[in-house]
């Protein structure tokens, strides 16, 4: 029987170690940092749902410098109580200086999921870091809605702009 067993046995451990070879590294896996969620107003009964909210930060062994803009993306959803579509229309943090929304704001339609990207450009961008940023920190932010109101995100992560997050537009 381990004679058959042995010959079946190599070919699978094999496809195996060149399966687990393709995919991102055990210890890129660890490094994969989920972004922050929220819900305004309140988690009881919210308006707007947002989800893996994050600062695209520097490339990887790199550093984003004072004065330099860092996008941030999330995936946002409206349930108005009423059924209508929000609007966001702020986001700030204390971190930078400033920050630039897209069209003057990012229309979140009624049951609709919104990213933050589009056409492969970034719709929010922090500007005016404050201070030199190697990725991993967490800052406030702030979420201004048109309908929903204000939240403040206390810990939102800044991620290495490598591995899962090497896809999402730097800055421009």
């Known amino acids: 029987m381990k004679a058959l067993a042995a010959p079946l046995v190599a070919p699978l451990v094999a496809a195996l170690l060149a399966l687990t070879a393709?995919?991102?590294?055990?210890?890129?896996r660890k490094r994969h940092v989920k972004g922050a969620s929220a819900n305004v107003p309140s988690a009881a009964?919210?308006?707007?749902?947002?989800?893996?909210?994050?600062?695209?930060?520097?490339?990887?062994?790199?550093?984003?410098?004072?004065?330099?803009?860092?996008?941030?993306?999330?995936?946002?959803?409206a349930r108005a109580p009423d059924g209508q579509p929000d609007k966001l229309v702020s986001v700030s943090s204390p971190a930078f200086t400033g920050s630039?929304?897209?069209?003057?704001?990012?229309?979140?339609?009624?049951?609709?999921?919104?990213?933050?990207?589009?056409?492969?450009?970034?719709?929010?961008?922090?500007?005016g870091l404050n201070e030199?940023?190697?990725?991993?920190?967490?800052?406030?932010?702030?979420l201004v809605f048109e309908r929903a109101g204000r939240t403040q995100v206390d810990f939102v992560p800044v991620v290495t702009h490598r591995g899962l997050y090497a896809t999402y537009p730097p800055a421009p």
Do not use: H, M
């Open 45 to 77: 009964k919210p308006w707007v749902k947002v989800r893996n909210l994050f600062i695209l930060g520097p490339d990887e062994d790199n550093a984003l410098q004072p004065g330099a803009n860092a996008p941030v993306y999330a995936y946002l959803t």
């Open 100 to 127: 630039q929304i897209k069209k003057g704001g990012v229309e979140l339609p009624a049951g609709r999921l919104v990213e933050l990207q589009s056409d492969d450009k970034p719709l929010v961008l922090l500007t």
């Open 132 to 142: 030199k940023v190697q990725g991993a920190e967490q800052f406030p932010l702030t």
């Open 22 to 28: 393709c995919g991102p590294s055990l210890a890129d």
